[in-house]
């Protein structure tokens, strides 16, 4: 027989999802530097609200409001563990570690104006033009996803780093926040290789020209992402099948191909790897062109795998866990003495 006092664990228990979801997006939707700010939300929604329409999903009748917010999608398990890490990692991660990678940069700097200097290049000390300007911006956008491509196709390849990885492609469903449904040693690599690449740009472009301030903007960021967060990123980790002409989907990436990326379908495996340019991966041999008006997707990892990361402590705990095997493994292999020959 139930008691009020369970009656009212029960409604705690139906309410939290609600609250982390609303907490959650309330501290990143108003963050301007972000590709989940209010304005790029709307953007990709609006988009989304567009391509319901224009063609809608097969197999599915209700409304768009419905398909695109659906509570079987946004209140899911693995959704609220989203919201949970990412609560996790804006406390602990982004206002503690990711001040001090902030600082690196300037190391880099330094180190290419030091190399420049003992190789005896001299200043130009021209000043910055357009071109240039557009150069810089190019540059920069360019070799910062080259870094997140390579850093992302380790991440697959290598078993050690593998384990790291997982707790990204172990999100069963998908929102806007599974984008940052990472494990804080993922982030700071990732955060450290970006602002790598970014400030060698910027210690090259600086040392020719110092007149130079910064990338083109808009909106106070650099143009490139500008137009990468109008267009849609947001749908990238979605459920919302959008893709672009094929020409298109040789630069860009759509969110068709990043949801191919995390599908269970062994023939998407190791695809897709770009974050925002498909470049590299038509590059390296590893883009995948939807072709299709739909595919029947899934996400996640194998059952076996899926149990292990179902909670904020294991989606922690359980990439360490797996990592220390792999390396335990390892070590114990190289310090076993080579058997006999016959």
Known sequence: MSTGSDYIEAKIKSALPFAFLIISHLLIMSEDHSRMFWPYMIASYAIAFIAYYVRRPLKYQGSATHYMFTKEVWLHRSSVND???FIFNYIIYFHMIALYIMHYPYFVEDGVTDLFQLLGLEHTGKQAGWGVII???LSTLMLAELAYYLLHRAYHEIPFLWELHKVHHSAEVMTPLTYIRSHPIDLFLQQFLRFSSIAFCNGVF???YPSIESVYTIAGIDAGLFI???MGANLHHSHIWIRFPAWME???ISPAQHQIHHSTN???FDLNYGSMIALYDWMFKSLYIPTKEDEDISFGLTPKEQLK????SQLLIEPIRGMYKIAAKNIKTKMQPPRPSK
């Open 228 to 230: 990468y967060y109008i």
């Open 83 to 85: 919201y949970t890490l």
């Open 206 to 208: 600086l040392y020719f």
């Open 135 to 137: 150069l810089f911006t």
């Open 250 to 252: 040789r630069i860009l």
């Open 309 to 312: 990361y179902n909670s904020l």
């Open 266 to 268: 062994p023939k998407h």
